[in-house]
């Protein structure tokens, strides 16, 4: 495990933390006036590669050679020149901190959203340290710059990272739809209208990352992906997106606990490990691996029924019963990818340089593809 402390003085800034990978839905942006929690669970850090923050950079200043050495294949608005490997954790993990009296960067709605660089500074020597983000429709987090904190280990050596098996007993999965609290459910926690359910933020996020691997991986060409959830979650946008007819390229969902994938499936569902961030392999090399958060790919491969099995006499350990344990809502409209995570990863691998998927990037918002994000 590891603290985090002051490049300034060494006062200790954080709780000791484990590292996790970098959550896909880490700099999403979700609806309006949405109220979000906190984006890492308590104990946990991860790391962002690539620079955050001012100062930033238009697309005309950097060109594509620059850019394309920084690892972005095609325009967008601006790059940050700030340093990379900014860390986050939960707000409640920081320790000897305090708020920047006076400091509410400019764009904020109901809360802070650190686009003006540092908002918290060390309560020792008074050294900004670190980003507050609480903003409604943003991931409540604490960005610690890299450029002002120091990373200690605290341990001789570190727990070994779960392996794939211990993962699949581990972890039931992400659900793909839950409540979501508007902004006012802070001053009004009980009134009805301020809660309605949807899909989860998190698959959303994660469906744009890896629409955008399954788009550069269909070649052009139309991809066909398993009935059930991964149709309603990948289908309509790649039948709207790719162009019709044959031959068609098929995804199949692939890891831990599933059989082998066939010979003729030349592109893998595939799960991330949510401590290392390494994507699940098989033994035989395939063309293409898409890869899914854990929590995601485990629900689309093992999906939990709605509703458990009516049973009579006494209940089994574990089962559960439906008057006590009601399936969810569905959401009630079609599901839509993340369109901001769905162009931050197109423009980050190297096929969107070819035309055909330059010009899908280019049309994502023509009227045509409303209803999809």
């Not at 491969?301 to 006494?314: C, E, K, R």
Request: proline letters at 14%; hydrophobic letters at 45%; aromatic letters at 8%.
């Amino acid at each position: 495990m590891f603290v985090f402390v002051c490049a300034g003085c060494g006062a200790r800034l954080t709780v000791p933390l484990s590292q996790v990978a970098l959550p896909a839905h880490a700099h999403q942006k979700y609806g309006n006036g949405v109220q979000l929690p906190v984006l890492m669970a308590s104990g946990t850090f991860a790391v962002d590669p690539e620079p955050s923050g001012p100062p930033w950079r238009k697309w005309e200043e950097i060109g594509p050679d620059e850019a394309a050495a920084r690892g972005v294949y095609a325009p967008v608005s601006a790059l940050s020149d700030g340093a990379p490997g900014a860390i986050v954790i939960a707000p409640g993990d920081a320790d000897g901190t305090v708020l920047i009296p006076g400091n509410r960067p400019d764009g904020y709605c109901c809360g802070l959203d650190g686009a003006d660089g540092p908002n918290v500074a060390c309560a020792q020597c008074s050294l900004p340290v670190a980003s507050r983000v609480d903003d409604c429709s943003l991931w409540q987090a604490m960005w610690l710059a890299p450029d002002a904190v120091r990373r200690l280990r605290i341990d001789g050596h570190g727990a070994a990272p779960p392996t794939w098996t211990e993962l699949m007993a581990q972890n039931a999965g992400t659900p793909p739809y839950e409540p979501i609290a508007s902004w006012r459910a802070r001053t009004e926690p009980g009134h009805w209208a301020n809660y309605w359910w949807s899909w989860s933020p998190q698959w959303e996020a994660a469906a744009g990352q890896a629409l955008a691997h399954l788009l550069a991986a269909s070649g052009g060409q139309p991809v066909l992906v398993p009935g059930g959830l991964a149709e309603q979650v990948f289908q309509r946008a790649l039948t709207a997106l790719l162009p019709a007819g044959p031959p068609a390229r098929h995804a199949v969902l692939a890891g831990p606990g599933l059989p082998a994938p066939g010979g003729d499936a030349p592109i893998l569902l595939v799960p991330s490990h949510p401590r290392t961030g390494t994507t699940w392999a098989p033994a035989d090399p395939v063309p293409y691996l898409v890869p899914l958060p854990f929590g995601v790919w485990r629900w689309l491969a093992f999906p939990v029924p709605d509703l458990p099995v009516p049973m009579s006499g006494v209940l089994p350990a574990g089962v559960r019963h439906d008057d006590f344990d009601p399936p969810a809502p569905h959401p009630p409209r079609l599901f839509r990818a993340d369109l901001d995570v769905l162009r931050r990863t197109l423009v980050q691998l190297s096929a969107v340089r070819s035309p055909w998927l330059r010009k899908i990037l280019d049309d994502l918002t023509h009227p045509r593809h409303s209803g999809l994000f």
